[in-house]
């Protein structure tokens, strides 16, 4: 059963940036896809970015276009969120997931992280 750990989340004001991370430990880990989702009390979790393991293709939500980017290091198992020009509205849990394969969901995720964008 693979494990994702999730880091890099915090308090920073409107317009900086951070960099999330989330680290897959599974001795031979492999995956379709890896993807970030974000959270926020009494809402579904919703879409954020997420990248094919192998091709490096990316996609986005409308919503952080021009201001996230996804990739990812294979040689360390590690697929990275970098969110520049933050908002608080971006303020949310923020969880890592794996898609096994195409025809399935998103089944894994980690523990999440908490990202907090203050006015």
């Known amino acids: 059963q693979v494990q994702l750990v999730e880091s890099g989340g915090g308090l920073v004001q409107a317009g900086g940036s951070l960099r999330l991370s989330c680290a897959a430990s599974?001795?031979?880990?492999?995956?379709?896809?890896m993807g970030w989702y974000r959270q926020t009390p009494g809402k579904e979790r919703e879409f954020v970015a997420s990248?094919?393991?192998?091709?490096?293709?990316?996609f986005y939500a409308d919503s952080v276009k021009g201001r996230f980017t996804i990739s990812r290091d294979i040689a360390k198992n590690t697929v990275y969120l970098q969110m520049n020009s933050l908002k608080p509205e971006d303020t949310a849990i923020y969880y890592c997931?794996?898609?096994?394969?195409?025809?399935?969901?998103?089944?894994?995720w980690g523990q999440g992280t908490q990202v907090t964008v203050s006015p």
């Open positions: 997931g794996r898609q096994i394969s195409s025809w399935t969901r998103f089944d894994d």
């Open positions: 990248i094919i393991w192998s091709a490096g293709s990316t």
């Open positions: 599974e001795r031979t880990f492999s995956a379709y896809s």
